[in-house]
């Protein structure tokens, strides 16, 4: 085992300068959710040269491959990545700065496929010293409804070879480069979207008898609705109700027709999920009823909480210590974020776990989706690596 983890940091070290080289060119070309195609297609070209046989165009920009050691049909463990980029003005100073206006890798999906990428060429440089198969997926749109991996689970990314467990890593700025955290069981939450019209009647701000007031009328709804969390939630069931946009196109002395508001719902127990919807329409239609305004309530069923294996988790937390240390691996906390790898988890035994990339003396500790958001380099040796060892330490023979 110790000439292994020995041969896997050799080659993470090797490969590093070639994969933060990767990394530079994700970061300069960022792609929105559905629109990765040069993305894509750059990745399609390290698997040429890596020599690993590959399948583009799933879910239209998701790239699959497969690397097949001794005996490939014995067992397949899938890694994934995801590809996409946000609608962010990035506000680095760096030599890799995003070259498209409005678009950066300010989650570090940029890290995600980088660190993937090297993986897949340490794995493909041992695969004669393993058995079974890793499957690599390249996964398009998870920032976006309805999500990628719901589009290449249905297109058959979980058949031919079927994996026995799926494994992300997803970078965290709340560990320091070098570190590593893990939680069992349910560890991200369901994500769901509401959209809520209040119709009231507009006129002069100066005769308030004269007009159904939205804005006074929304404004009651948006305190209302706290009460899902406060009095209507478990304790027990992390749960959050968020007014993120409010619109009415009003003036200082002009009360609008309509206002419009937009909001998400999260928690971790999927009966309670479905009757907080329901909460949300009663409550938000109620009100506008009781002030006789009329009320339309939308509510886009998004991402499920995300429950990683227990077993499998367990097991990959171990398997982390032998590789970076007890000092360098942690529980994580439960959060409310979600992921669209969930839908994996659905399907097999599954875990996301968390690569630490910041580094506060460099200044990099900015908290993801933000235009100051970079990564410590370093997380590339130890992110690739890291994810070589975990897929090669399950399919290690047994004898």
């Known amino acids: 085992m110790d000439q292994l983890k020995q041969q896997i940091e050799v080659l993470a ?7 933060v080289a990767v990394r530079h060119h994700f970061h300069q070309h960022p792609e929105l959710s559905c629109e ?42 899938a ?3 995801d590809m996409d980029a946000l609608p962010i003005v990035e506000m680095n100073q760096v030599e890799y700065k995003s070259v498209f206006p409005g678009k950066m890798h300010a989650c570090g999906h940029d890290v995600h496929i980088a660190c993937l990428l090297g993986a897949a060429k340490i794995l493909n440089t041992l695969k004669d010293q393993f058995e079974g198969t890793v499957k690599l997926i390249f996964q398009p749109s998870e920032e976006t409804y309805p999500g990628g991996a719901i589009r290449m689970i249905g297109e058959g990314v979980l058949d031919d070879p079927a994996p026995e467990a799926v494994i992300a890593q997803h970078v965290i700025n709340t560990l320091d480069c070098g570190k590593a955290g893990f939680k069992s069981g ?15 009647k507009g006129g002069h701000a100066a005769t308030p008898a004269q007009v159904i007031d939205p804005i006074l009328i929304a404004s009651h709804i948006v305190i209302a609705l706290q009460q899902i969390v406060s009095r209507n939630a478990d304790p027990v069931i992390p749960t959050v109700v968020s007014i993120g946009k409010i619109i009415g196109e009003g003036r200082t002395n002009v009360i609008p027709d309509e206002v419009k508001m937009e909001g998400t719902v999260r928690t971790y127990d999927e009966s309670w999920r479905k009757e907080a919807h329901q909460r949300i329409a009663k409550i ?23 429950n990683n294996d227990h077993e499998l988790t367990s097991n990959l937390h171990q398997l982390a210590i032998e590789y970076l240390g007890k000092e360098n691996v942690t529980v994580l906390p439960k959060r409310m974020t979600a992921e669209d790898f969930a839908y994996f988890a659905q399907k097999v035994p599954s875990c996301l776990y968390r690569l630490g990339i910041a580094n506060e003396a460099k200044g990099i500790a900015s908290n993801l989706h933000t235009s100051t958001f970079d990564v410590d380099e370093n997380c590339l040796k130890t992110g690739m690596g890291l994810m070589a060892w975990l897929a090669f330490r399950l399919l290690q023979p047994t004898e």
């Open 13 to 19: 070290s090797e490969y590093f300068f070639e994969i």
């Open 36 to 77: 990765e195609f040069k993305t894509a297609e750059y990745i399609c070209q390290k698997l040429v040269e890596y020599g690993i046989p590959f399948k583009a165009g799933v879910a239209e920009t998701g790239v699959v491959g497969l690397i097949r050691g001794r005996n490939a049909d014995k067992k397949c463990i």
């Open 284 to 306: 938000a239609t109620g009100i506008a009823e009781s002030m006789n305004a009329l009320c339309e309530v939308r509510i886009s069923h998004g991402y499920p909480f995300l």
């Open 186 to 200: 349910a560890y991200m939450a369901s994500t769901d979207e509401f959209f809520i019209t209040v119709k009231g």
């Open 79 to 81: 890694l994934r990545a």
